[in-house]
């Protein structure tokens, strides 16, 4: 069993040749809570989550996923993951995306439920590439999470989708919190952190400036700071 926090850094600083692209940075995702991370373009949210999972190393400070590294395969167990850059085969029907993913679990959801949860309907039979960028990005949702992942990572999951695609993701997303499953979370939109999050941390130049609940948030940063990350 994986222990609080599920994911986290401490002291983290990435850099990027001369970027600083995150410096000295803290954060938790803990056990049935959704975080959301929050930051305009740059912030360097894509790369906490890259850190995170493993995927880039710190220059300085740690990063942990379930106590443990992210590099190490027993932390990635139950970790569901969309990237941003979440490329698919484009020749692939959306049935055989899912049922090739789906059969790396265990106990994966059935066929049904993911389109359901991830809004797919009618779209089963339709080859990867002659999908709209929102669909796609559906497409990326289902599979991140047909594993039941315990912890799942979703890096601007609704950005390029519509407002009602956009809800019924959170709807979706929702249904997957309430079964335990718990998210970090990274978007441009101060909307999707209300909507969804317990606690937010809003990222700028690669620095935490605001960290708790979004009622806290909002009370420690200045509204202009706020509003120059809502969409
Ligand atoms: P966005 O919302 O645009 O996805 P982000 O908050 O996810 O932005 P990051 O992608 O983490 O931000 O980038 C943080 C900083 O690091 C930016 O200044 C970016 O230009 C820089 N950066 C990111 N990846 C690289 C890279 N591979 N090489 C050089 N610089 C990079």
Same mark, same amino acid.
């Given at each position: ?12 600083? !990435?850099? +990027? @040749? ?11 995702? /803990?056990? @049935? %809570? ?10 360097? !949210? ?12 710190? #220059? ?14 027993? &932390? ?22 899912? #049922?090739?993913?789906?059969? +790396? +679990? ?12 991830? @809004? ?8 990867? @590439? ?7 990005? /559906? ?27 956009? %809800? ?6 929702? &249904? ?12 441009? +939109? ?8 317990? /606690? ?6 690669? $620095? ?11 009370? $420690?940063?200045? %509204? /202009? ?7």
């Amino acid at each position: 069993r994986c222990e609080i926090p599920l994911a986290s850094l401490s002291g983290a600083s !990435k850099r +990027y @040749g001369g970027t600083l692209a995150l410096e000295e940075v803290d954060l938790e995702l /803990r056990a @049935g %809570q959704v975080l959301a991370l929050l930051g305009t373009n740059g912030a360097g !949210k894509t790369t906490a989550v890259s850190l995170l999972l493993g995927l880039l190393e710190p #220059d300085a400070g740690q990063a942990r996923l379930c106590g443990r590294s992210p590099r190490d395969l027993a &932390a990635r167990q139950g970790v569901g993951v969309m990237l941003q850059s979440g490329a698919l085969a484009p020749t692939l029907a959306v049935s055989e995306h899912l #049922d090739l993913v789906r059969s +790396y +679990y265990p106990d994966p959801l059935h066929v049904s439920e993911c389109v359901a949860i991830a @809004g797919l309907d009618g779209l089963l039979a339709r080859r990867y @590439g002659t999908l709209s960028g929102g669909q796609q990005r /559906r497409v990326q949702f289902a599979l991140a999470i047909c594993g039941r992942p315990r912890v799942l990572f979703l890096d601007e999951p609704t950005t390029g989708l519509d407002i009602e695609a956009r %809800q019924g993701l959170w709807r979706g997303l929702r &249904a997957l919190v309430a079964g335990g499953t718990s998210v970090l979370l990274t978007t441009h +939109y101060l909307e999707e952190a209300e909507a969804l999050a317990d /606690r937010v941390v809003v990222l700028a130049g690669g $620095r935490v400036v605001a960290e708790g609940s979004l009622d806290a948030v909002r009370a $420690r940063v200045d %509204q /202009r700071r706020i509003r120059c990350v809502t969409a």
